[in-house]
């Protein structure tokens, strides 16, 4: 590990942002133990921007994105979601965790509730939506990722590519002005990423804010407006989806983009 | 010796009395199953604590009220509490002083001390993602709780929960000792007037062979329809199934 | 608080110790009794043989179904009178004490669910065993004894940590047919010193104890099967057919 100045005197210096983004990070480590998972992160994202991350395993890239909605909480610098600053609070978290969507690598449904269920718990718990309500609103998103005529169906008789679509769908119902996506399609059978893919990317013309961890390139390059290349828990490079695929900077890129091209 | 070692004339004679020692035990199953669960949750949720202070205690609590042989622990209420100054002259001594009062408290503390194992193992089956996607949705702790991990902690502690209850049912003939005139009772005090060694005892089984029978048939049944999302193929992920079969191996013996 | 004296103490702890050797008697032989009979029961009842499989599924479901005490009370009360119908006159003569009803009863009840445990254990092995066994042309009776039964023991080893707790906590209930153990002992020291908490908490303190330490040593045997299991040669050579 190269020892790295303190990230947290990064931190003051910033100036704020013109337009507040909608994503802040300056400086944000996170430790397990004396591994440092993420080393002093500094990324902007801002509003209705597209951001794909790809990196080696273990190079931090789902610490990160879990850092944004508190999952995992990090111990040094700033992170700003929409405007509110991610403190210990307990009542922070859970006013990021209503505008922050997050889609898993593992779907996480719940197995005992219908796609229409998994997609009317949270507004129903959180917003205080009736039954009738909720239902038209989980409806309306099942419709959206194409999967309205699965509505009644329990995940286990769903397709990877279908319970992923429900999930997406799930994060929708809370009406998030930012999604994260963690590897979204890696669990999938190579059938099943394009429809997966495929309505991920209906989604980001919609405008929303998106963070995305894929090695999908095709998809990197029809989507991001940036890319960004991490590893060993920083960022080593980003830049435009054109630039970073075909004219990577810095040698762990070319190194990185070597091995997943093979 | 005749070849049948039942006397039918006897067995007629005695079903009404049976019958009467078989309600009993229902009541002194059903009644420390309710309040041993009530108790076991707060119990669990200690002994789940990361405060030591918390924890320490309810971790106590199991090992005792789970290690100590149930004859004991009636022994213990009835005989022992009696000794307690205070609680003979407090407001509790109606509980304390009376057999049932006894029975009950015993049976709830025990039956309490297992399902806090149960609902511990069952809880820590729940996957962590599941959990974590609800959190990721905003959903409160409480809420998280009631929706998400009690119900799927249900489904996978089903079995593990009617090994204990149908284990908490056998348990329950010891009552007599605190002149309790339950089924076992029932069918000792008749062997006692007729010295046919046989024909009560024999009746008696059949009475707690179909109640605990009945008791599987119902979580069959719960299972059934609880389980109804992954009638064909199981759905429960593998982290979620490995840690029941450790929960399986700690429950009680598995009928 | 205690109005006990030093010498009358020690007496009543003389008793509790000849009680609790009573009651380890009494368990291991009652386990040893149903570990036996469980492990035979258990590879017999896998015959396809309907009439062997119903007889099985007959024995299983009574004694799990009724309370080990009445099974005490059974073999107690009627043991003489079974064993005349069996043996005749000279069974008839036959006492039944106590130890033996309650060695017999919980050997029989707990004898079905190590039976069970065996069932399982032998079904989920791998079919690469029995067919590696039988390629190499290994005798039935080695097969079992050297190569089978070791591997269901290994897997049955949490579930009869399971019993052998469980068991445990049974043996009181013979002091109820009669038997002097450790209970029997507390109660009558509690009865006679009037300090029934400080004996029981006592006692039950020893159980749990007892309990603990067999615990413990199963988590080490456990441990020690498991890792021997990584270098058997048997093993390893069935599996690869598996
Ligand atoms: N809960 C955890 N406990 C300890 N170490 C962890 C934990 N989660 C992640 N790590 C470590 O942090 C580093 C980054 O992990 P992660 O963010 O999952 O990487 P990526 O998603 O890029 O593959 C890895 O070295 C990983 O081993
Ligand atoms: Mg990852």
Redesign the interface.
Known sequence: MIARPPASDLAGDLAPAPVAPAILLAGVVKRYGAHRALAGVDLQVQRGEKVVICGPSGSGKSTLIRCI?A?ERHDGGRIVVNGIELTGDEGTV?DI??E???V?Q?F???????ALENCM??PQ??RGLSKAQAEKLAMAHLERVHLADQARK???RLSGGQQQRV?IA??LC?EPRILLFDEPTSALDPEMVKEVLGVIEELAASGVTMVCVTHEMGFARRVADRCVFMDRGEIVEEGGAQDFFDAPKSERLRHFLAQILR | MNALPIDLDLAWESLPALFDGLMVTVFLTVLPLIIGLALAFPICFARMSSRRALALPAETFVVFFRGAPLLILLYLVYYGLGQIEALRNGPFWIVFGSPFGCAIVALSLNHAAYMVEVLRGSLLAVPHGIVEASEALGITRRNIFLWVRMPLALRYGLKAYQNEVVSFVKGTAIVSVVTITDLMAVANSIFEQTYDPFTPILCAAAFYWAFVNLIRVGFTFWGGWLNRHNAEDVAMPGPGRLALARLAGRAKVMP | MTNLSLADLAGYLRQLGEGALITLELFFASFTLAFVLGVLIGVVTLSRNRFIRAAWRVYASVFMGVPSLLVIFLIFYGGSAMLAAVLGEFGARIDISPFGAGVAALGIVYAAYIAELVRGAIENLPKGQFEGARALAIPPLIMWGRVILPQVMRLALPGLVNVWSFMLKETPLVSLAGLQDLVAAAKIAAGATKEPFLFFVATALLFIAFSAASLWLANRLEARLDRGQRRAPVRSSAQAEA
């Not at chain 1, 996480?108 to 219908?114: A, E």
């Open positions: 909605n999952l859970q965790r209503q922050v969507g997050m898993f593992h996480n449904l719940f197995p005992h509730l219908t718990l949270a718990l959180n329990y995940p286990a999930a799930r994060a809370m």
